[in-house]
């Protein structure tokens, strides 16, 4: 019956094509939020391209946590920056470490209160809350009042914009993922990076991995032969971490 419906359709003219719209716009909407380079909805820093030096942002989503400590002192032996994109109940936890991290000469963003996975499905107003939630943890701890942004999954649609509208943040995402949170082959995911970096990249990391710490040590010493720098991505993008 519906068959029959779907072809002979209303006046004559067939559904079909409307049934198949209705089937790819979701699967459209989905993919232009969640591909954070594209910069449908939002124009965001993911790379600096073609950029004249050698040098690239490690940025490290998801901490602090107990794995932080080891990535700061890899950070310092090998006398890298980066920025730590901070989940606000995490800082709670480890405010020591929060401090540690500005200490050392790293900038941390916001990467919101809860991290929730209904990031997608929440409302502007809740998403602004959870902003500005974390940047509260944030200035309690350190004093600083964060402007950089990661969204959680990477997740950018008309919602995240209008809340991202209303807090005044930059959107920091990146350009070259080391699915570090995904896969468990520490080789496989140093030699990817290897063979794709570029100078400008934005690379991420997760700091709440121990994985991630012999994958960075392995990244550090590549830059170090290969004369690459990490800098902060308020460096590489001159442009201000705090207001
Ligand atoms: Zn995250």
């Given at each position: 019956?519906?068959?029959?419906?779907?072809?002979?359709?209303?006046?004559?003219?067939?559904?079909?094509?409307?049934?198949?719209?209705?089937?790819?716009?979701?699967?459209?909407?989905?993919?232009?939020?969640?591909?954070?380079?594209?910069?449908?909805?939002?124009?965001?820093?993911?790379?600096?391209?073609?950029?004249?030096?050698?040098?690239?942002?490690?940025?490290?989503?998801?901490?602090?946590?107990?794995?932080?400590?080891?990535?700061?002192?890899?950070?310092?032996?090998?006398?890298?920056?980066?920025?730590?994109?901070?989940?606000?109940?995490?800082?709670?936890?480890?405010?020591?470490?929060?401090?540690?991290?500005?200490?050392r000469g790293h900038t941390?963003?916001?990467?919101?209160?809860?991290?929730?996975?209904?990031?997608?499905?929440?409302?502007?107003?809740?998403?602004?809350?959870?902003?500005?939630?974390?940047?509260?943890?944030?200035?309690?701890?350190?004093?600083?009042?964060?402007?950089?942004?990661?969204?959680?999954?990477?997740?950018i649609n008309p919602k995240?914009?209008?809340?991202?509208?209303?807090?005044?943040?930059?959107?920091?995402?990146?350009?070259?993922r080391t699915y570090d949170?995904?896969?468990?082959?520490?080789?496989?995911?140093?030699?990817?990076?290897?063979?794709?970096?570029?100078?400008?990249?934005?690379?991420?990391?997760?700091?709440?991995?121990?994985?991630?710490?012999?994958?960075?040590?392995?990244?550090?010493?590549?830059?170090?032969?290969?004369?690459?720098?990490?800098?902060?991505?308020?460096?590489?993008?001159?442009?201000?971490?705090?207001?």
């Amino acid at each position: 019956m519906i068959a029959v419906a779907m072809y002979t359709g209303i006046n004559g003219l067939p559904l079909w094509p409307i049934a198949i719209l209705a089937i790819l716009y979701p699967v459209f909407l989905i993919t232009i939020s969640t591909n954070i380079r594209w910069n449908v909805f939002v124009k965001g820093y993911h790379h600096q391209k073609k950029h004249p030096k050698k040098e690239v942002c490690l940025t490290f989503d998801d901490g602090p946590t107990q794995v932080t400590p080891h990535i700061l002192e890899l950070l310092d032996k090998y006398d890298a920056k980066a920025c730590f994109f901070c989940i606000g109940k995490q800082m709670e936890k480890h405010p020591e470490i929060v401090q540690e991290i500005i200490k050392r000469g790293h900038t941390i963003g916001n990467h919101t209160y809860s991290h929730t996975r209904k990031m997608g499905f929440l409302s502007s107003k809740s998403i602004a809350r959870e902003i500005d939630a974390c940047n509260i943890v944030a200035n309690n701890i350190t004093g600083l009042n964060l402007q950089f942004f990661r969204p959680p999954f990477g997740i950018i649609n008309p919602k995240t914009k209008r809340a991202i509208q209303k807090t005044g943040h930059r959107v920091i995402g990146w350009n070259l993922r080391t699915y570090d949170a995904i896969l468990n082959n520490e080789t496989k995911i140093v030699d990817r990076v290897k063979r794709k970096l570029q100078p400008g990249d934005v690379i991420l990391l997760h700091d709440n991995k121990e994985q991630t710490v012999t994958i960075l040590e392995q990244l550090l010493i590549h830059f170090e032969s290969n004369e690459y720098q990490a800098i902060r991505p308020d460096q590489l993008f001159k442009i201000h971490a705090y207001i």
